[in-house]
């Protein structure tokens, strides 16, 4: 049995499957239409959450979990005899890092668990997560998972294309600025996460093809020639934009590992429908 149990919070869009095979605990956040709060890919799902989305007037809203929330997930594995990674979303973007941190101040020894803060979001830090627990199944030591986390921070490029900038905009995650230019017709902005954990746009494109080839032109600096793997997520739906996209990659570069995943109804509430998320890191060691 492995000494090291491995949490997360469910804006890391990590498959439901993924995480139960590899024994990831998952705090969600909570996601509000008005009055009606749901637990996020726990009471409602994503295909679930872009349908309501469609038809409700007004922008959801979305809240971190509470302390009590991240204190239950740690105690239990530290009842089970283990040392705890748990791995959260950007604080820059949610006070969720926060809430684990104060949940471990509030055990009693607080050097059972270690927070990690991602300073990225959805699959960005999902992809760190897996990796970690994969770790973790395979008998490696705290430390060496850390030092692996931090490593696979640096070298994570990660880029999301949105259909509009109004809900990022509205709910405060990126400035009116760079808002503005995702107004005109047809422009993609591309995104990235900087290394601080904010929504930057990095640069954008006229339509959605050259929005691609703009991005297969970033990555190739970084990674050609390279093994990597890659991720995509993308909101329900709208799978042919993986469809296009994922072909492109493969004939650049030397993919190892394809995961797609769907984007959550959290980030879905400020990324909007239509968005696609492309994460590229070095190949994992076989």
């Known amino acids: 049995m492995t000494s090291v149990a491995i949490v997360t919070d469910s804006t890391a869009d990590i498959p439901a499957e993924v995480r139960e095979r590899l024994g990831i605990g ?12 749901y637990l996020d890919n726990i009471d409602l799902q994503p295909a679930e959450f872009y349908q309501k989305l469609t038809t409700y007037q007004g922008l959801p809203k979305s809240s971190q979990p509470s302390p009590a929330d991240f204190l239950e997930a740690f105690e239990k594995r530290i009842a089970e005899g283990k040392e705890v990674i748990s ?12 809430s684990a941190l104060l ?37 490696a030591s ?6 692996a986390i931090e490593s696979l921070k640096k070298s994570t490029k990660l880029y999301f294309l949105v259909d509009t900038l109004e809900y990022l905009h509205k709910g405060g995650r990126i400035g009116r600025a760079s808002a503005l230019f995702g107004s005109l017709l047809n422009i993609k902005p591309i995104l990235t996460i900087d290394e601080e954990g904010y929504v930057n746009a990095l ?18 600096a970084d990674f050609a020639g390279k093994p990597v793997d890659l991720s995509v997520v993308i909101t329900p739906g709208k799978t042919e934009l993986a469809q296009e996209l994922v072909p492109m990659l493969k004939e650049k570069f030397d993919v190892r590992h394809y995961m797609e995943s769907e984007i959550g109804p959290v980030i879905g509430t ?17």
């Open 26 to 37: 998952m705090v969600p956040l909570r996601v509000h239409f008005g009055e009606e709060g």
């Open 87 to 98: 791995i959260n979303l950007s604080s820059a973007l949610s006070g969720t890092y926060q």
């Open 103 to 139: 949940a471990k101040s509030m055990l009693d020894d607080e050097s059972k668990v270690t927070v990690v803060d991602s300073k990225s979001a959805s699959y960005g830090y999902g992809m760190l997560v897996v990796r970690a627990a994969e770790m973790a199944r395979d008998g």
């Open 142 to 147: 705290k430390e060496e998972i850390l030092a």
């Open 203 to 220: 640069d954008k494109a006229r339509g959605q093809k050259r929005a691609f080839a703009r991005i297969i032109e970033l990555l190739e």
């Open 270 to 286: 400020h990324a909007g429908p239509g968005t696609v998320g492309l994460f590229i890191s070095p190949a994992a060691a076989v």
